[in-house]
Structures are given as C-alpha cells and as structure tokens.
C-alpha cells in the first residue's frame, strides 16, 4: 500500500511561485510512477507533470517552462516548482503514485493564484 500527503499549497498573486512536497510512505512505494495532477472547480482532473519509466518527464501543455517535478528518492518525496503562477492556475493539486493499473491519490492541497 501507499500513502501520499501533499503540502506547500496556498495563495499567491499572479507571476509569483510555490512550491508543493509530496511525502510518499507504505511498502510499495519503490514502485511508484510519481506524478502531480489537478483539479479546478466544474473541471476534469487533469495531469501537471509526471515521471514516466525510466524518470523521463511529462508535462502538461498549460504548465510545460513553468513548472517543474522533482523528487528526492532518499526521501521518498516528490516536488513540483511553480513559477510565473497564473490566475487559471487556481486548483487543488494531488499527487499520484501509480503502480501498474492502480491509482493511488493524495487528498490534496488548494493552490490559488490572485490576478
């Protein structure tokens, strides 16, 4: 099983950054494809960045030279670096683990980006 927590959410102004943690835990974590994705309010979750096989990178188009994953493998911790924030930004951020076809989520942190 995993755990995720995520952490570093919270509001800022348009053009500034933030940056999000989120701490992995439980015995398959070693297997995890870590990713962040979001969700804004009436909107489909939707992916930011990810590590795919073999810790290549996969960014979503609206984010892509902005934003940047991370992870710290010692610490079983993932980080997503936001920069230049925009407005349509605004949404709760969740960390994802997937293991095969199984999905594993965060609860969430809000982020929101004030024009």
């Known amino acids: 099983q995993v755990q995720l927590v995520e952490s570093g959410g919270g509001s800022v102004q348009a053009g500034g950054s933030l940056r999000l943690e989120c701490a992995a835990s439980?015995?398959?974590?070693?297997?995890?494809?870590m990713g962040w994705y979001r969700q804004a309010s009436d909107k489909e979750r939707e992916l930011v960045a990810s590590?795919?096989?073999?810790?290549?990178?996969n960014y979503g188009m609206s984010v892509k030279g902005r934003f940047t994953i991370s992870r710290d493998n010692a610490k079983n911790t993932v980080y997503l670096q936001m920069n230049t924030l925009k407005p349509e930004d605004t949404a709760v951020y969740y960390c994802?683990?997937?293991?095969?076809?199984?999905?594993?989520w965060g609860k969430g942190t809000l982020v929101t980006v004030s024009s």
């Open positions: 994802n683990c997937k293991i095969l076809w199984k999905n594993y």
């Open positions: 590590f795919n096989g073999g810790g290549v990178t």
């Open positions: 439980g015995s398959a974590t070693s297997a995890c494809g």
